[in-house]
């Protein structure tokens, strides 16, 4: 389901990616990501806690802060207006060995609706994208 608070407001969980520290993009067409290049892919020291803290100032809540990116989430309208673009419901099935345990629904990008880096984060992350929720598999 989407995630919602008890106001009922629509929730967007989303990855923000911390900018490296040499410019450089894990994302670039050609740039394939081996452990001898990581490296080179890393923000520099204090950078993640910068974003995190930006991301709050800005009314996002930080859920955890990793190597390379930033898991958070915030109310639709906050991410919408932030990254002046636009999400819509979607849903998947919730087990694809089960599917009738139902779906789980939630907000994704819309194709081609524009998205830009506000400036407030201008060199702090890369981008930042939806979460998808996680597809379980059966073992």
């Keep these: ?13 989303f990855e923000a990616i911390i900018a490296s520290e040499s410019g450089q993009s894990m994302f670039a067409s050609d740039t394939y990501l081996q452990p001898e290049n990581l490296q080179q892919f890393a923000p520099p020291p204090g950078r993640g806690i910068q974003a995190a803290n930006v991301l709050q100032s800005l009314g996002f ?7 390379f990116s930033i898991s958070a989430d915030g109310p639709r309208e906050l991410w919408e207006r932030v990254f002046s673009t636009r999400v819509e419901r979607d849903s998947q099935l919730i087990s694809e060995a089960h599917p009738e345990l139902g779906e789980v629904t939630f907000l994704r990008h819309v194709a081609g609706a524009p998205f830009s880096i506000p400036e407030e984060l201008s060199g702090l992350i890369e981008r930042a994208y939806p979460q998808r929720p996680p597809i379980l598999f059966e073992s």
């Design 1 to 13: 389901m989407i995630q919602q608070l008890q106001t009922g407001e629509q929730r967007v969980s």
């Design 61 to 67: 809540r930080v859920q955890q802060i990793g190597t």
